[in-house]
């Protein structure tokens, strides 16, 4: 039976990836055009399929940037901006996601996954966690979902020693360090779209020298977590419980890492031969490095018969890609809340003057105001409020930073910082809905209760993170 031909929304979502890409590469604005009517079109197109909360996030997304729009001199011109923007948005989730399809199938991950969940106690929580770690970086969402099931189909009734307790405790153990070590991903990952959204938001920030620094504090906030782990009572009612047998080594993570490195090399390697900006680099080579994995998979096939290499190479990258595209639709979710925020951000910040919100805020001391942002996108997160809307409005009303007395630098380690930890504290995210559906637990249960004390802790650190930056970036 053939396969389903790809929807006309899914053919509008990848032709916005083109033409968006093509606008950053080619500065034709005619294709940015192109690409935010197509994303405009992808959204009203899948708006019956979207779940209640999306439908009234885009709406709201959108009326907010009609504030904008409408007392505007050139409203078609900054309709037309705020969509493309919103495009280069989506189009980089939509890019991104070409790893985690390749990802999906490949047997290394599953083996990979198999060796962390089946760690000695002493060592499991720390393992899990770099592999939410990891893992967040190639499947986002899906490195919760993969891990958990292996997780659960280890963790038996049988091997917890016949307690029902226990296999809960152990549950709820394993899911937050696979939890913890996603959320705390999202501070630093280049190839996240928190990159895009805060190099929009505060473009003088030097991203490249920031992203190290990220990622020194997301394992501050790593060890955080697994201390955290060792005095819970949870660890202390489950550490004599006997572990599960593994033939792997720790060596076989590091086809993993290198995959990722290769992305994050050649879109720097591209970035500095061709001076594009990195986030339209990763936009264009994580598709390129995806279409290499899938290829590597499917090797045996390729090579059975040598004189029929090249074609069947193209048959299963043209099947692997029209698979892909048929399944864009379910992407419909991201995509509200990421174009949704990118035309709001650029709207919005229309009606604010030039100075957006400084003369209002004048009378803040400027050492608090990258300190305020990791707590509100905290507090915002609790009612909802996705950090990618956050920030798009935290630009929008703040296009100089300077004019606070802060520095951009300071400013966007605080969006980042943010970012991870407001993931990990929402309970309306999908890692948090993810995590609950295989704890067995409400999401609030998951990013409230069984996180708050990791939260704080992680709050604390990333405020003298950003004190001691924005310290030595003064000097």
Known sequence: MPSPRPSLSAWCYSFAWIASLADQVLHVQVLGTAAGIAMLLFLLLEFPNQRRYAQVLLIALVAIGMVGIIPSRHPLALFDAGWR????????????????????????????GRHLVTQPPGRRYAALTAGGHLFGIILSYGSID?????????????????????????????????????????CWNPINIMTVVVS?????????????????TSLGMVA????????????????TVTHWQNSDGWTIHLRVLAIVALVL??????????????????????????????????????????????????????????????????????????????????ALGSVLPAGGIAPFIAHVPAWLVPLLVPAVLI??????????????????????????????????????????????????????IITARWARVSPWTVATTWNLVFTLSSLVLAWVAIAALAAAWDR
């Open 85 to 112: 923007r919103g495009a280069s948005y989506a189009v980089f989730f939509f890019a991104i996601s070409t790893l985690r399809d390749a990802a999906q199938t490949s047997r290394l991950v599953h083996r990979c």
């Open 146 to 186: 993969l891990l958990g099931a292996m997780v659960m189909r280890a963790n038996t009734l049988e091997s917890a020693g016949g307690s029902a307790a226990t296999q809960s405790l152990r549950t709820r153990r394993m899911m937050m360090a696979i939890y913890r070590g996603f959320a705390v991903m999202n």
């Open 200 to 216: 929009s938001a505060v473009p003088a920030a030097p991203m490249r020298l920031l992203l190290p620094f990220a990622f020194l």
């Open 224 to 239: 955080i977590g697994w201390l955290e782990d060792r005095q819970s009572a949870a660890r202390l009612a489950t550490r």
């Open 265 to 346: 090399v050649l879109a720097e390697a591209v970035s500095i031969l061709s001076g594009l900006p990195l986030v339209g680099c990763v936009t264009l080579t994580v598709p390129i490095v995806a279409m290499g994995w899938v290829l590597v998979q499917s090797q045996r096939t390729i090579l059975r018969r040598p004189a029929e290499r090249l074609p069947r190479s193209a048959a299963v990258l043209h099947r692997r890609i029209m698979r892909f595209v048929r399944h864009a639709p379910n992407l419909r979710a991201e995509a509200t809340v990421l174009a949704g925020s990118g035309f709001m951000g650029v």
């Open 379 to 432: 507090v915002t997160g609790q009612i909802g409020l996705n950090p990618i809307a956050m920030i798009a409005l935290l630009g929008a009303a703040v296009p100089d930073p300077r004019a606070l007395g802060v520095s951009p630098a300071a400013l966007a380690f605080a969006c980042m910082l943010g970012w991870g930890l407001g993931v990990n504290m929402t309970p309306m995210s999908s890692a948090a």
